[in-house]
């Protein structure tokens, strides 16, 4: 099996920084993307930001220029989100997600319990 922890939310004033963290376990062969989502009450989970194991990353465009994501430690395995200039409405529970495989042939896709960001006026 594999478990995701995530660290690193809290409450920041407008203008200010936090970085996230998400940190992978268990049974991993490779990693094939590690990402960031958010969710606010009532409305569907989206992309923040995601990495691949090539290095790409693809942003959402309300976050570019603001937000930057670690490329996948692979020794590690984590990724950290950095989050600069946040705006109230960045406050969401943050969700990190991990693709990879947990041997040569059997793939995980695996979410963590979420961490909540909340910025205030």
């Known amino acids: 099996q594999v478990h995701l922890v995530e660290s690193g939310g809290g409450l920041v004033q407008a203008g200010g920084s936090l970085r996230l963290s998400c940190t992978a376990s268990?049974?991993?062969?490779?990693?094939?993307?590690m990402g960031w989502y958010r969710q606010v009450p009532g409305k569907q989970r989206e992309l923040v930001a995601s990495?691949?194991?090539?290095?790409?990353?693809?942003y959402a465009d309300s976050v570019k220029g603001r937000f930057t994501i670690s490329r996948v430690n692979n020794a590690k395995n984590s990724t950290y989100l950095q989050m600069n200039s946040l705006k109230p409405e960045d406050t969401a529970v943050y969700y990190c997600?991990?693709?990879?495989?947990?041997?040569?042939?059997?793939?995980?896709?695996?979410w963590g319990h979420g961490t909540q960001v909340t910025v205030s006026s």
């Open positions: 990495t691949n194991s090539g290095g790409g990353t693809d």
């Open positions: 268990g049974s991993i062969f490779s990693m094939v993307a």
């Open positions: 997600n991990a693709r990879g495989y947990s041997d040569r042939y059997s793939v995980f896709d695996i």
